[in-house]
């Protein structure tokens, strides 16, 4: 997928709200994902030189977060939740059928750009388990039968 | 002036020093990897882990950060220290079975092998992060850094291929200590090869000589720095006054 | 102080007795439709124009998720549960208006023989303490008001009219509050040593990182009642001489977020935070941190690292935090829970709090009853009772007949503790004495289905993914664990192994930069003292006891069970089931089986069985 353009001025509203604080960096990036998806490297870039970070320290902390992505990410973001008390109830057949249904491995996308298949450590939503969240809405008591169904509802 | 034990041996070391400084100065040997004077200590490898007693209180330290203190009890190889340092020594000769300097300095621990299967791809990083640090603390680019985490991380310019921050001078290569970077001058190209990529930089002629003698990058940023102005920097060392 | 009085009397007056519907909108309940059902609530409210004598509230997380969604209609207290939307009408006019019991909604008892009317008749609440965790029941936590009409910032008051920061430190010492987040050290020595070290300005960090999978307290307690965080942060600044505190939230927590924001603003409208708190002169403010996806980052050097825009990346902590830590300067770090505790201990003494205790581990703790347990949820108990009574007594004991097998504490840093260890009193030193810790509170019930070795895989894979890298015996060596702990549960492990890893886990332990790495090994470690055999029967029978491991099982037809219905062959993803005729069992090609395990989800007859 080609790298989408930023405005600069969707940038700086972003730092402004943050004030421009070095040490707001992660939320600065996130507004930034929350926009575009995912990190676009013009953004980064701009970023590194408006709050006057090295672009590598500003580059280490977006690849060591898990929360970011450096690549456009699809349409839906699933996260399939790997937490103890999911994983004591069956997620790891669920993120296995996520695979095979979306014919995507965790942590990608799928070729058409519809979904992004994530694993994340526990969403706290334990008395659901095993849980997935689709675009932050909640799928509990998920069961390998139920992975088809659910992945039909978004488009 | 403090004293402390090392060894049995009594030793007196400057407040502030750290333990691995005092051991040193007094000749006594604590392997390392991480450490260079230039830069500040990490206490990443983990091989200068010693056995400290304070008081009542015995525990295991990284001799690089922990200061030394007045009555202070250091042991440089009780089993516990002993078995730290082997499972590291162990664990880096699988991740770099070809490291000549890996291999060396396992053997002079009396380590040959490692009960870990080696891993499939070369590499002679051990993510020490001399390199990084280098260009941050010293040459005040920040040109490299570490990126990804976990076993996942790597030395790399941001996005393994932007060099605007880069000169080139080459210092990353220099306090590398398992020769995992790699720098080659060829006529007036440098090129250097980080673990995840390579990259070319043009070099400067010297206006008598004409040998190339220095990036072109690594001049400017020099000329900036000093403030000098740049007809001093034409010449090569050969050719100045 | 008298004005903050003065507006708690207002806020009463203001609110004459009307009936209340509270509405749990934790993330738990909001996953059943919370949200939409209040607002149902709000709609049959205005339509029958009782606005002045029945109100709605949103609340927090009322910690039974397991029977969500919750609403309970006070004053009555009428606990319903399972509620969904379609429920909402026949709520509205039978119990809000007529008084009615609506019967099919009570909570009945396990063993079927009485329905329960009232919350606190319920036996997963009954034998809590529910001193922290009870408030987020009856307030809205984007209401301030709410806060101070049940007695909220009144420990502000007290602190700052009559009482010197030495003092607060002495009542909290005294009280012997520990940190609730996992190691578990005294809070009041962090914030002594906070005020008397040199350096400014000083800083206040409420951890809200709660990254242990399957601990969601602090994050409930963020969510329900937000302000009684920043009252036990505005004290303990007060105390240790910081003007300036951070929040660090985890990014996956946008509710808590949400409202800790609210609640800060509010405070701030109110006079709570900012400049001359209350006229008493002293200044305060709170800033909001999200976190970035790292659990290191619960780790408290990896943590302020990240408040000041760094990788999460740990230091040596050879001098202390509160005396070098955030941008070097002395920095108090606790946690939410930990925070929480603290207006509670000034309102009401220290006398009083350490009286609810075992010898070294005083008031409750708030844990989160997970896994293979009837009453999945969050419970709040004094220190000091026994695992068992927490699992039987208030999580209702394991689902489906099933036998109990091990309850996980401290989760990644933690260790599995057996069944003949059930009567164990829960408490900081007791747990760690078995192999275990306390940690945020993650209690993760398993059952004879688990197998052990999955679970100490899990683990490592877990902390393999959360290392930093940093240091080389964390980054390296869980890595090689992990990879042993694959070969044992693909039948490819020996004996030597067992020790290998034993020797590993001692290494690490000693060697590891931070407790990330330094726990690391328990789960191996406990799991390996407790249930050798499992691990025994995985390296020399090549067998999986609890079927759980793939490369070791395999799934069967039961022909005696198989009706042939065909429902198996059609959810079967590969078409490894043939179903041959009627009245003949299909077969299972294992050629073909992925052992995904969709057949015996979907089998209504247990004609699949796991060998």
């Known amino acids: 997928m080609p790298e989408i353009s930023v405005k600069n001025e969707t940038l700086n509203c972003i730092l402004d709200r943050y004030k421009r604080d070095r040490g707001q960096l992660i939320s600065i990036l996130q507004d930034i994902q929350a926009e575009y998806n995912y990190l676009p490297r013009e953004a980064v870039k701009f970023v590194s030189s408006e709050l006057g970070i090295p672009l590598s320290q500003v580059y280490s902390v977006a690849t060591f977060f898990k929360a970011f992505s450096l690549q456009p990410r699809g349409r839906h973001t699933i996260h399939v939740c790997m937490g103890t008390a999911c994983h004591v109830r069956g997620a790891a057949q669920i993120l296995q059928q996520m695979e095979n249904e979306t014919k995507t491995c965790c942590g990608e996308t799928t070729k058409d750009g519809k979904f992004t298949l994530e694993s994340v450590n526990c969403v706290g939503a334990c008395a659901l388990g095993p849980v997935v969240v689709v675009d932050g809405e909640y799928a509990g008591q998920m069961t390998v039968n139920k992975v088809k169904p659910l992945l039909e509802k978004y488009d | ?236 060392m050969n050719c100045r006054p | 102080m008298e004005e903050l009085q003065k507006k708690r009397s207002r806020i009463m007056d203001s609110r004459p007795d009307v009936s209340t519907i509270a509405v749990c909108c934790g993330t738990g309940c909001q996953a059943f439709g919370g949200e939409k059902v209040a607002q149902a609530f709000r709609e049959k409210i205005a339509e029958s124009g009782l606005q002045n004598s029945v109100a709605i509230k949103t609340t927090g997380c009322h910690g039974f998720c397991e029977r969500g969604l919750l609403v309970v209609i006070r004053p009555q207290n009428i606990f319903y549960q399972r509620v969904r939307l379609e429920d909402v009408d026949e709520i509205f006019n039978e119990t809000v208006i007529n008084g009615k019991i609506i019967e099919r909604l009570l909570y009945i008892t396990p063993d ?102 399957g601990a969601f307290m602090d994050r409930s307690l963020m969510e329900g009642n937000p302000h009684s965080i920043l009252e036990g942060m505005i004290i303990g600044a007060y105390a240790s001489g910081s003007n300036t505190g951070f929040i660090y939230i985890r990014n996956e927590y946008p509710l808590a977020v949400k409202n800790a924001e609210i609640a800060i603003r509010q405070a701030e409208e109110y006079g709570l935070l900012g400049e001359n708190i209350l006229g008493s002169g002293f200044n305060f403010s709170v800033h909001i941190n999200r976190g970035g996806g790292a659990f290191v980052c619960g780790e408290s050097t990896a943590l302020m690292a990240s408040i000041e825009g760094k990788v999460g990346e740990p230091r040596a902590k050879y001098v202390h935090t509160s005396e070098r830590g955030l941008y070097d300067r002395p920095t108090v770090l606790n946690n939410v829970e930990t925070w929480a505790n603290v207006p509670l201990i000034i309102n009401r003494g220290s006398a009083w709090f350490a009286s609810i205790c075992t010898e070294n581990s005083k008031g409750t703790k708030i844990f989160s009853l997970v896994g293979k347990i009837n009453n999945t949820g969050l419970v709040e108990v004094p220190m ?104 044992i549960c693909e039948g490819k492990g020996e004996e030597s192994h067992l020790e290998l890893l034993e020797e590993m886990s001692a290494a690490i332990g000693d060697g590891a930069l931070c407790g990330l790495g330094q726990t690391a090994p328990n789960p191996v470690l406990t799991t390996l003292k407790y249930f050798r055999d499992e691990y025994i029967s995985h390296i020399v029978d090549k067998k999986c006891p609890a079927g759980v491991c793939k490369a070791l099982i395999s799934y069967h037809i039961v022909n005696e069970n198989c009706t042939s219905c065909r429902l198996c062959v059609k959810k079967c993803p590969v078409g490894a089931i043939e179903f041959v005729d009627k009245k003949i069992p299909v077969v299972i090609h294992q050629d073909l089986c992925t052992k995904c395990g969709a057949c015996k989800e979907t089998c209504k007859f247990n004609a699949v069985e796991i060998r």
């Open chain 3, 384 to 487: 000091g009772i026994t695992l068992r009574e927490i699992i039987y007594e208030i999580g209702g004991g394991i689902p489906d007949g099933k036998r109990f097998k091990a309850v996980l504490t401290g989760g990644p840093s933690g260790g599995c503790i057996p069944e003949n260890l059930l009567d164990l009193p829960v408490d900081f030193d007791e747990l760690t004495r078995v192999g275990s810790m306390m940690g945020s509170g993650a209690m993760i019930v398993m059952d004879e289905d688990n197998c052990m070795v999955d679970i100490a895989r899990y683990f490592l894979k877990f902390l393999e993914e959360e290392s930093c890298g940093k240091c080389v015996p964390c980054r390296e060596g869980l890595k090689r664990m992990r990879q042993i702990l694959d070969d």
């Open chain 3, 112 to 213: 079927g023989s009485s329905k329960i009317t009232s919350e606190e008749e319920v036996p997963f609440y009954k034998k809590q303490m529910r001193l922290i965790f009870g408030a987020n029941g009856n307030i809205d936590p984007a209401e301030i008001d709410d806060y101070i009409a049940i007695g909220g910032y009144s420990a502000i008051a007290k602190v700052l009219s009559s009482m010197k920061p030495e003092q607060v430190i002495e009542e909290v010492s005294a009280a012997g509050l520990r940190g609730r987040g996992g190691g578990g050290f005294p809070a009041a020595t962090k914030w002594k040593s906070t005020r008397e070290a040199e350096g400014e300005p000083k800083y206040v960090i409420c951890n809200c990182d709660e990254g242990d999978p």
């Open chain 2, 1 to 236: 002036m403090i004293t402390l034990k090392i060894d049995g041996r009594e030793i007196n070391a400057e407040p502030g020093k750290t333990v691995l400084e005092a051991a040193r100065e007094n000749n006594i040997y604590i392997p390392t990897l991480c450490v260079n004077e230039a830069v500040a200590a990490y206490g990443a490898c983990r091989l200068c882990m010693v056995e400290v007693t304070r008081g009542n209180r015995k525990r295991l330290v990284a001799s690089c950060l922990y200061e030394v203190a007045e009555g202070l009890v250091v042991e440089t190889r009780t089993e516990r220290v002993v078995n730290i340092r082997r499972l590291v020594m162990e664990l880096l000769l699988a991740r770099c079975p070809n490291s000549s300097e890996v291999i060396e300095m396992a053997r002079s621990m009396g380590i040959d092998s490692s009960r870990f299967q080696s891993e499939e791809d070369d590499n002679s990083c051990v993510l020490c992060a001399l390199c990084t640090r280098v260009c941050r603390e010293v040459v005040g680019k920040s040109a490299i850094s570490l990126v990804g985490r976990g076993t996942n991380r790597k030395v790399a310019l941001p996005f393994c291929e932007d060099t605007d921050a880069c000169i080139a001078c080459g210092s990353c290569v220099y306090v590398c200590p398992t020769g995992a970077i790699k720098m080659e001058d060829n006529g007036d190209v440098r090129r250097i090869t980080w673990p995840s990529s390579t990259h070319e930089f043009k070099m400067k002629k010297c206006a008598s000589c004409g040998s190339y003698f220095a990036p072109e990058k690594q001049i400017s940023f020099m000329i900036q720095k000093t403030g000098l102005e740049a007809e001093k920097f034409d010449l090569c």
